[in-house]
């Protein structure tokens, strides 16, 4: 298994569902284990704070595609003289539902993972204490979501269309210039998505193509599915199935050209690469209101044991510190400004300017019927 299919079978997900070493070895452990390490320089705190800290440990409830470095937490560590532990629960979802159910007895002092998509129904549980951090001065509005600060932003992705370089080029063939141009004759068997039930890119997809098309009108989300389903489109359980068995660009292995991915991919492909090329196999197909933006939010959880420490944890995470860690680690943007983006992201990662218009109490208040609608469209 190559180290990108590795990195982004943490990332993204197999059959389970989300929006990852030297960067490979430290990412790979990250993802597995995340506790002890060396330390870097970081401002400690006055001695009395510390001292009430020692010996104490702080739990953050993630998910399991989570990832930092072992330097990053050891930063931490000295800062607050404390232990971290990280208490991996399953995907985004299904961790999410594991806190709610803790509701009276919390498992952990925090929560990492909630993101846009979950957003309404994490608030509506009421398991969030309020804390606003002073590190989000250097957070942009648009990111914040809970104006009660319940849940505070951490980094963000998006989900879009990749393409296989070579193959357009061999055949001469134009790119698609919107999401409904899948459905024509010219694209035919050429697009593999993921399942929606099973996958968190493939959620964010359906919801990005209910944003688009809408529920109602001459042409809707289910017409453009049942368009795709006609001209051949392949459904695959998970992202590594898709992108790896099914997408021929880059480091897959099967035949299709346009497959359901990240906007970051390309910038993985190039960053796994040995040697690294001086350009991606793969690129970005970013029509403007046609592709998903995914938030990462931290909260702290109601009645958590270490409150105090919990509190340092969200700041941290917002520092230039953890937020320089995430690109390389989790092949998302950080969330705070100003922050320096390595150079293969620069280079090889894009950023859509306009993603899709839906809000989390939308998707919230719609997420089950589109799923059922989408099986019943394109799965009987």
Known sequence: MSALRRVFRVRFGGPAPRKTAS??????????????????????????????AAGRTVTIMTHDSFAVSKEVVAAFQQQCNCQVRFLKSGDAGLALNKAILAKAAPLADLFFGVD???????????????YASPALANIP????????????????????????KKYFAEKKLALPAALRDLTQPAYRGLVVVENPATSSPGMAFLLTTVAVFGETGDYTYLDFWRALRVNDVLVADGWEDAYYGHF???????????????????????????PQPAESPTGNILPAGQTFRQIEFVGILKGAANADLARQWVDF???ETFQADIP????????????????????????????????????????????????????R
């Not at 846009?116 to 309020?130: G, M, P, V």
């Not at 280079?347 to 993603?355: G, L, N």
């Not at 939308?362 to 394109?378: F, P, S």
């Open 116 to 130: 846009n998509s979950f957003l309404s129904r994490a608030l509506a549980a009421d398991i969030f204490e309020s």
């Open 328 to 379: 390389l680690q989790m092949w998302v943007y950080p969330a705070r400004s100003g922050v320096s983006l390595p150079e293969v992201f620069t280079r090889h990662a894009q950023t859509p300017a306009q993603p899709a218009a839906i809000t989390p109490a939308q998707i919230e208040a719609g997420r089950e019927k589109w799923l059922k609608a989408w099986t019943d469209v394109v799965l």
């Open 248 to 274: 021929s660009g880059g480091s897959g292995k099967g035949e299709r050209p346009l497959v359901v991915s990240y906007a970051t991919s390309p910038a993985a492909e190039v960053f796994f690469a040995d």
């Open 23 to 52: 960067a490979i070895v430290v990412l790979l452990l990250a993802a597995c284990v995340l506790t002890l390490a060396s330390c870097t320089a970081v401002p400690t705190q006055p001695a009395a704070t510390a001292a009430a």
């Open 141 to 164: 509005a648009d990111l914040k979501l809970d104006p009660q600060n319940r849940l505070s932003p951490v980094d963000f992705g998006h989900v879009a269309l990749n393409y296989d």
């Open 317 to 319: 995470m917002l520092s």
